[in-house]
């Protein structure tokens, strides 16, 4: 019965691959996020959806790329890997901005 | 964009102490919001305040919305050692669509 839940929880891969991460939520919420968290532990928006359609995008690189099949999921595909998108990437949901529920983060490293 | 700051950096106190860490923006924030991140989760919100002067407390924890509406703190009572962590403030924007989240304050408890 987990709220939010994130798929895998570590993740090694090396520089110039590409690699999915997956996001699902059970609490029927409208609005789904990600977030990046780097090793000084500095949270940032990457992306926002609310009902499939993408509402923020805070000047990410067009490597990574979110997709929304339904409301319930939010994924993030990131292509030609880097050293520097090493980092914890956290999803979220909420049905208004104030109340957000975090997934618990999938450590990325990148060799 | 905005941007929030949050001091101490980091703070290792003595079981039973009392502890303050605030939060301060050079703008205007109509909501605060503090969560707390324990190792290895995501962040989970303690509480939020929606009103300048606004003071809020949940359990141990105080946290008041400075009149200004450009700060805010929290305050633990009696800490313990469950509430090591880091705690951070956020601030949601103008849009009201996002939030910003201030850099974190480690919190580290000795028995």
């Known amino acids: 019965d987990t709220a939010v839940s994130q798929t895998p929880k570590y993740l090694v891969t090396q520089m110039g691959n590409d690699k999915s991460i997956k996001c699902e939520q059970n609490?029927?919420?409208?609005?789904m996020y990600w977030y990046k968290q780097d090793s000084k532990k500095f949270l940032k928006i990457m992306f926002s959806?609310?009902?499939?359609?993408?509402?923020i995008n805070e000047t990410v690189p067009n490597r990574f790329s979110p997709k929304s099949p339904d409301k319930a999921h939010l994924n993030l595909h990131i292509n030609s890997l880097e050293l520097g998108d090493s980092a914890v990437y956290f999803c979220?949901?909420?049905?208004?901005?104030?109340?957000?529920?975090f997934g618990p983060g999938t450590r990325l490293t990148v060799l | 964009g905005q941007q929030l700051n949050q001091s101490p950096q980091s703070m290792f106190i003595q079981e039973g102490e009392d502890v303050s860490m605030n939060c301060t923006s050079s703008?205007?924030?109509?909501?605060w919001l503090w969560y707390k991140q324990d190792p290895g989760e995501g962040p989970v919100l303690l509480i939020a305040?929606?009103?300048?002067?606004e003071l809020t407390s949940n359990g141990r924890l105080t946290a008041q919305f400075g009149i200004t509406r450009k700060d805010s703190f929290l305050n633990i009572s009696a800490s313990i050692p469950s509430d090591v962590g880091i705690y951070f403030c956020?601030?949601?924007?103008?849009?009201?669509?996002?939030?910003?989240f201030g850099g974190g304050t480690r919190l580290m408890v000795k028995p």
């Open positions: 959806y609310n009902n499939k359609e993408l509402i």
């Open positions: 979220a949901s909420s049905q208004e901005v104030n109340t957000q529920y």
């Open positions: 956020a601030g949601i924007n103008n849009a009201g669509n996002m939030l910003t």
């Open positions: 305040l929606y009103k300048a002067g």
């Open positions: 703008s205007i924030f109509n909501t």
């Open positions: 609490l029927g919420h409208d609005t």
